[in-house]
């Protein structure tokens, strides 16, 4: 190592040569990193919708206590988004910078953060997993079956947030193929082996709930093991190993200070999903599945949205590296361009055809009515979701995130979750009041994100 900590060129190497993302084409550099981004994105995110349909063949209840545990999966998960933010911005811009070593070092400091993080937070969880669905108010039923649920997704947060590190550094880097193959290998894992666990098809236990939550935790283990051994033989675009490893305070606190406000961001994010799930749980069970499986329709449209985002994100952390501030404007309009199509095209087939997506997961017709009924109301600020996401993205890789936590704060505790209550409680719109207080809230996040990313404040930011 050097005078500052820094890896020496003796240890690290790039990998193999590697595309230049700061030259040539805006489109072609985005589309190339970005579709990649969103399989991998779609896929991760189809970890709860796959235990959602083959639980939900069990009944409503394994329906509502995936869900209800889900969204505490999340809310714990939040705590760790901070490391990969910080983890994104700090590579992407030393990749811009042309600085290899930098961004490898940044690497293995995320490494044993996320070690730290990922041990603490699975404890909590192993230990407080039936307090914790007891606070949202479940039935007696929701909470036993949502408490086997959740302890044995804790005991794999391990394997969630190293597969989650690898994956960020490689698309930091500019690789966002290879996280995409190993995304295709462990989901397919997931998908098949799942409803064998489940309903102890062949020579498997019957587990129900608890078989999706170990097909889960046994995939995602897969997907780290592979991720962790393509960084560290050198398949991706970096290679990085711990000879000559020690902890480096300075680049430990950058990591921090980009990515707490993230952290705080979405955790109050998942904290007023709690909230908001709570003003659902007092209308009953089939109101709380739907609001269930509306979720994870939700997080199947997000996903190729976050897709764009973060490869904007990483465009303009390279972009501003690169001392381009232009370019990294043009990529996220770019990105905002393709996801206003592609969340148009989803909001027609929505309003056309709800009930059939419904019955995808479900053959109950009152879950099906009162599910598709969440899903049209959720096409207001669909329609608009591409500014929300992608430029709150696109700040975030510049490591500015302090704004977007303020914005995303102001939105879910000052509008949307009073206006929940307001609605649900005062407005006779029942149930169906929340889910107008959620759209409100996202077209007010959308409009603030506009204003702030078109002042330009982020293109300043140093790191």
Request: charged fraction near 10%.
């Amino acid at each position: 190592m050097d005078e500052s900590g820094s890896p020496t060129s003796s240890s690290i190497k790039v990998a193999k040569p590697v595309r230049d993302w700061t030259q040539g084409s805006i489109s072609r550099s985005l589309i190339s990193l970005s579709w990649p981004m969103i399989v991998s994105n779609s896929l991760n995110v189809l970890g709860p919708t796959i235990d959602t349909i083959w639980v939900g063949k069990l009944g409503t209840n394994d329906i509502a206590a995936v869900g209800i545990a889900g969204t505490i999966i999340m809310l714990v998960n939040a705590l760790t988004v901070g490391i990969f933010t910080g983890l994104r911005s700090m590579v992407a811009r030393n990749i811009g910078a042309r600085d290899i070593e930098g961004a490898n070092h940044v690497a293995r400091q995320a490494f044993v953060l996320a070690i730290m993080y990922s041990v603490v937070l699975a404890a909590v969880g192993i230990f407080f997993s039936e307090q914790m669905l007891e606070l949202l108010g479940a039935e007696p039923e929701i909470v036993s079956l949502g408490a086997s649920y959740l302890r044995i997704q804790f005991v794999g947060m391990a394997a969630m947030t190293f597969r989650t590190m690898t994956d960020s550094t490689m698309q930091a880097s500019g690789d966002t193929m290879t996280p995409m193959r190993l995304a295709v290998i462990f989901r397919i894992l997931h998908f098949v082996l799942c409803p064998f666990l489940v309903f102890g098809w062949s020579f498997f236990p019957r587990l129900e709930i608890e078989g999706a939550a170990i097909t889960n935790v046994l995939s995602q283990s897969l997907g780290t093991v592979l991720g962790l051994w393509i960084l560290m033989s050198g398949r991706s675009r970096l290679r990085f190993n711990f000879h000559g490893y020690r902890f480096d305070p300075a680049v430990t606190w950058r990591i921090n200070k980009i990515g707490i406000p993230s952290s705080l961001m979405s955790l109050q994010i998942q904290l007023g999903q709690l909230i908001l799930m709570r003003q659902v749980v007092v209308f009953g069970t089939i109101p709380l599945a739907g609001h269930t499986l509306s979720q994870r329709i939700d997080m199947l449209l997000f996903m190729p949205l976050m897709g764009l985002g973060v490869s904007s994100g990483v465009l303009v952390g390279q972009n501003l590296g690169a001392r381009q501030p232009q370019r990294a404007v043009k990529s996220s309009w770019t990105a905002v361009a393709y996801g206003q199509g592609a969340m148009l095209f989803c909001v027609l087939c929505l309003m056309l055809w709800a009930e059939y997506v419904t019955g995808i997961f479900s053959s109950d017709p009152e879950l099906i009515g009162v599910t598709s009924s969440f899903l049209r109301i959720a096409c207001i600020n669909y329609t608009f979701l591409s500014l929300n996401i992608i430029l709150s993205q696109s700040v975030n890789g510049a490591g500015d995130t302090l704004v977007p936590m303020i914005i995303s704060i102001v939105s879910t505790w000052a509008l949307q979750i009073p206006l929940a209550i307001f609605l649900s409680q005062n407005a006779n719109l029942g149930v169906f009041g929340v889910r107008w207080a959620m759209a409100a809230g996202s077209l007010v996040g959308a409009l603030a994100y506009t204003i702030y990313f078109v002042l330009g404040r982020w293109k300043r930011k140093r790191l």
